[in-house]
């Protein structure tokens, strides 16, 4: 493959559509090369009511019925990290799509540490093998003649991963809209050191780099759900990471964030799905998807809530 330096990125301008979830704030992706209509899914949600236990497709529906309308083929269905509040819909968009799941070779340190909270068996492999692709950092690949490259940048969890695609940054849960700031860092796993440090890494990539964030939480102050912006506004702008911030305040003001902050509604089915690539957990005697609901366990804050 012809190698790109990240300033030659910037010559290939993917088209970007995304679509967010009002449900989990989430907003997933569809990066196409116009020319060859050679496309990637980034960050797809699988619909669930918490309360009946229910899985619907609407949401990923929606992204099936954009990349056939506009005659695409699927060669990526990439995940950030493994997401604590949405359900993956990866391997149903695969299933109708086609594509490669992918995410970070790291994702084996978060399937380590839940594979024991939820008391998973043998059977559930740590290795990572439940994806097509695990990517190391600076790993680069192709979508359609379209540049990309996997950049690792833990810290809101210890797997997170961002992608480069022509001029366009996908940074998943690291960095939020510039009024909004950053990522919570206290899941197990999670340091506002590393989220910082892997924040410093971004910000040395080119500032015209278009950037889209993977949630909106409307701050006060702003009416309209926005998920797109610049590196270089987020190096300016961004309340709480912006060019003159020191690591030190940048942990004081994380970490007393995200005290005040609850666990995320879907957290226990996410990552029983998530870490499997978007598939269930079977109960091994009848096949039923089933889910566990550990007791006292890692989510529950060291305050008690």
């Known amino acids: 493959m012809k190698e790109f330096s990240l300033h030659d990125y910037l010559a290939y301008t993917p088209e970007v ?3 967010f979830d009002p449900h989990t704030h989430t907003v997933s992706y569809v990066v196409a090369d116009p020319h ?20 619907s497709s609407l949401s990923a529906d929606a992204l099936i019925a954009y990349v056939r309308a506009h005659h695409y083929t699927v060669e990526w269905i990439l995940e950030t990290h493994v997401h604590a509040d949405h359900l993956s819909a990866a391997p149903y968009i695969q299933e109708v799509l086609g594509g490669r799941i992918a995410i970070g070779r790291h994702i084996v340190e978060v399937q380590e540490v839940f594979g024991k909270v939820f008391n998973e068996g043998t059977e559930f492999a740590r290795d990572g093998s439940q994806f097509d692709r695990l990517f190391d950092d600076e790993d680069t690949f192709m979508i359609g003649d ?101 690591e030190p305040d940048f942990i004081q003001t994380r970490t007393a964030r995200d005290a005040m902050l609850g666990m995320p509604t879907l957290i226990i089915p996410s990552l029983q799905v998530n870490m499997r690539a978007g598939e269930l957990p079977h109960a091994k005697e009848t096949g039923q998807p089933m889910l566990s609901i550990p007791v006292n366990s890692v989510f529950r804050k060291k305050e008690g809530i």
């Open 146 to 246: 379209i540049p990309a490259r996997a950049l690792y940048v833990p810290g809101h969890t210890p797997a997170d991963m961002a992608y480069v695609i022509g001029d366009a940054l996908f940074v998943g849960d690291t960095l939020f809209m510039p009024d909004y700031g950053t990522a919570r860092c206290d899941f197990p796993g999670g340091s506002a050191a590393s989220l910082f440090s892997s924040i410093q890494k971004l910000f040395t990539l080119p500032e015209e780099l278009r950037v889209f964030m993977c949630h909106d939480y409307l701050p006060e102050g702003r009416t309209e759900y926005i998920w797109e912006t610049t590196l270089g506004e987020q190096k300016k702008y961004n309340i709480h990471v912006h060019e003159g911030v020191a």
């Open 17 to 19: 559509q995304g679509f």
């Open 36 to 55: 060859t209509q050679k496309c990637a899914i980034i960050d797809s949600v699988m619909d669930y009511e918490p309360h009946s236990a229910t899985l």
